[in-house]
């Protein structure tokens, strides 16, 4: 079983900055590595996949970066709506999340 | 536009059954794997199971094997997850979760959840 593991679990930032997340696997999943956004009462939102593919419609803000067992969220500008808690998941072997980053807006 | 629509979560007993439903539609579905994933209250996403396209291949989460039948109609584009012998613990929100290909891959969309409780 892969397990995951993020980065910090809880942080708060103010408009503006910039925000890196992290993702560690328990072994290598390739490029195998998507981001999720999940707000409260809302179903997730696919943010990237292939460890650094934007997916359609998501700002260009976000970006993905990494391979292997070492990954990065990027949020170049964080902007008030990106609040919520973010996951990684790796798809190489089924799927296995990781325990998510909560970001909350200062 | 991708449409999954969860339903059959209520309030259980421990040691009970239910069946969760998950009706997909504005895709063809038979080309796309299937996951179920939860969340229980205050917790993060769990992926719970996961289904090939034509069902040849079918992975569970240690926490659920033997326990949980996932399944699909592709005929009549659904799926659907079997639950027995419930706990406490699987108290939570379930998301039916389209794959981006008919094995293997991201999850490409989600549905709105069906709420299980499960308690005495």
């Known amino acids: 079983e892969i397990v995951m593991t993020q980065s910090p679990a809880t942080l708060s930032v103010s408009p503006g900055e910039r925000v890196t997340l992290s993702c560690r696997a328990s072994?290598?999943?390739?490029?195998?590595l998507a981001w999720y956004q999940h707000k409260p009462g809302q179903a997730p939102r696919l943010l990237i996949y292939g460890a650094s593919t934007t997916a359609i419609g998501v700002p260009d803000r976000f970006s993905g970066s990494g391979s292997g067992t070492e990954f990065t969220l990027t949020i170049s500008s964080l902007q008030s709506e990106d609040f919520g808690v973010y996951y990684c998941?790796?798809?190489?072997?089924?799927?296995?999340f990781g325990p998510g980053t909560k970001v909350g807006i200062k | 536009e991708v449409q999954l629509v969860e339903s059959g979560g209520v309030l259980v007993q421990p040691g009970g059954s239910l069946r969760l439903s998950c009706a997909a539609s504005?895709?063809?579905?038979?080309?796309?794997?299937m996951h179920w994933v939860r969340q229980a209250p205050g917790k993060g996403l769990e992926w719970v199971a996961g289904?090939?396209?034509?069902?040849?291949?079918?992975q569970y989460a240690d926490s659920v094997k033997g326990r949980i039948t996932i399944s699909r109609d592709n005929a009549k584009s659904f799926l659907y997850l079997q639950m027995s012998a419930l706990r406490a613990e699987d108290t939570a929100f379930y998301y039916c979760?389209?794959?981006?290909?008919?094995?293997?891959?991201?999850?490409?969309?989600w549905g709105q959840g069906t709420r299980v409780t499960v308690s005495s």
């Open positions: 979760a389209k794959a981006a290909y008919e094995s293997s891959a991201w999850i490409e969309s």
């Open positions: 072994q290598s999943v390739g490029f195998n």
């Open positions: 504005g895709f063809i579905f038979d080309d796309y794997a």
């Open positions: 289904i090939t396209w034509n069902s040849g291949n079918i």
């Open positions: 998941q790796q798809y190489n072997n089924w799927l296995t």
